[in-house]
């Protein structure tokens, strides 16, 4: 990589803090032939989780056989578990493919997130249900739930799953293996609840569902956000590994639980040494690598390791850090994203990160030209690799790409993250043919994980197969 790309030449620069710039890019900075290559192991990947359970790509069966009509009407219940918050909703559908929706957040304590998570989800339930005098009565039935759960869970029936793994920072003991809606309708019982848990989702599925209601052309729902995951429709008789009837629908969405992909060998991703440092240091070593490249949760993780080497050869900042600095997880990757696309004469956004935020004193316009070359280059370098999964997912049923279809997507780095949007969009065209391309339609899937379990209680209600 020369650094005869103006993004990455620092003005001013020494020749030492140009050459380590030059290194990171060549290390960040992926050839679409590198991405080639990947996207061939990840489908080789999908293919062997399609073939047995236990594989890298899970690919699991969601039980979900129908997709939304659009023409439903009613209103439904959920509850959506995610990697920080959790919502409890309300969500009431016009059969015009629209849907009104209110809703109740709660933030994950520390102590739900490594002791109490069920008891918590029960509690937050019941206060949503009270507050809006909704909570079932003994003369009444018990009140249907949809139950989004954004974790690895090898579903069993369209309601039960067991929990494979803990990811985005959750660690719950005594979870792994058992069945997580059993877990929580315990909880709910030892509060008197009268609710049931009818349908268990993936927030991907829910995702792929809410985007499915709005337009019928939807094949495939992502998240892009503090993890990632996908999830698509798949015609049953390429899931060899299926031993259930086979749907009247001939089709099955399938949770990809792609974040693990890699994490086996460590053979086809870019790692670096901050990759690796990163994943040493978390609590899932050899775990998510996918994921770990490409998350909300890792990229200020990884873009610290990345500045923390550079300040400890004397490149940056004079050498100097902080007690902030030196804790992990202190860059949230919000900085990232403002640093990014920080256009000022002077890069004050930067300086107000470097200076008031990390607290290390008298950052250089240099300093900050290389803070925001960081930025670029993790951030360009998740979209890139986000493809990765995209273009394989999409070439999986090349024939559906004769049509138009839909790919929603939902989360904080598919919306917020400067460019991610555009580059993830450019670097798909690379790879599928341009009057397939044309048919694919990227669409924001705002709010899909909520939604999404509110339609497969729905469709649980209203669909038998």
């Not at 978390?282 to 500045?307: D, F, H, T």
């Amino acid at each position: 990589m020369s650094s005869a790309d103006s993004r990455y030449t620092i003005v001013g620069a020494t020749p030492e803090q140009q050459a380590a710039i030059d290194e990171l890019a060549s290390q960040f900075l992926l050839s679409d032939e590198r991405l080639g290559a990947i996207i061939k192991e990840f489908r080789r990947r999908m293919e062997e989780g399609l073939a047995a359970d236990g594989k890298v790509l899970k690919m699991i069966p969601s039980y979900v056989t129908r997709r939304p009509l659009g023409t439903e009407t009613g209103t439904y219940f959920a509850i959506d578990l995610g990697g920080t918050n959790l919502r409890v909703l309300k969500v009431t559908f016009d059969g015009k493919g629209g849907a009104a929706t209110e809703y109740q957040k709660f933030v994950l304590s520390e102590e739900a997130k490594n002791r109490t998570l069920f008891d918590f989800v029960a509690q937050s339930v019941d206060t949503f249900l009270e507050e809006r005098n909704l909570r079932p009565t003994g003369q009444q039935p018990p009140m249907p739930m949809g139950l989004t759960f954004s974790y690895p869970v090898l579903q069993t029936s369209i309601n039960s799953g067991t929990l494979v793994q803990w990811t985005k920072g959750l660690n719950v003991p005594g979870c792994v293996g058992r069945d997580v809606v059993r877990l929580l309708q315990d909880a709910l019982l030892r509060l008197g609840l009268r609710v049931k848990i009818v349908a268990l989702v993936n927030d991907t599925v829910g995702t792929l569902l809410s985007a499915a209601y709005r337009d019928p052309t939807a094949q495939m729902g992502i998240i892009f956000g503090t993890g990632t995951n996908a999830a698509y429709y798949e015609d049953v008789t390429s899931i060899a590994k299926w031993k259930g009837p086979s749907p009247s629908s001939g089709e099955m969405v399938l949770n990809m639980e792609w974040g693990a992909f890699d994490s086996d060998d460590f053979s086809y991703l870019p790692f670096t040494p901050h990759d690796i440092k990163l994943d040493r240091k978390s609590i899932n070593p050899r775990k998510q690598a996918y994921e770990k490249m490409i998350s909300g949760l890792y990229l200020g993780e990884i873009a610290r390791n990345i500045i923390l080497w550079l300040v400890d050869q004397r490149l940056l900042l004079e050498g100097r850090s902080s007690e902030i600095l030196n804790a992990m997880w202190s860059i949230d990757t919000s900085y990232l994203s403002s640093g990014a696309v920080d256009t000022s004469p002077d890069l004050t956004e930067i300086q107000q990160v470097i200076e008031k935020t990390l607290n290390i004193n008298n950052s250089t316009f240099v300093d900050r030209q290389i803070f925001k070359v960081v930025a670029i280059l993790v951030g360009e370098r998740a979209a890139r690799l986000s493809a990765v999964g995209v273009v394989a997912t999409l070439n999986k049923r090349p024939h559906l790409l004769n049509s138009p279809i839909t790919v929603g997507i939902d989360g904080s780095m598919y919306e917020h993250y400067p460019y991610f949007h555009e580059i993830l969009v450019e670097t798909v065209s690379h790879f599928i043919p341009r009057e397939s391309f044309e048919n694919i339609n990227f669409t924001l899937a705002k709010d899909g994980s909520g939604v999404g379990a509110a339609i497969t209680a729905m469709l649980a209600a209203t669909y038998d197969d």
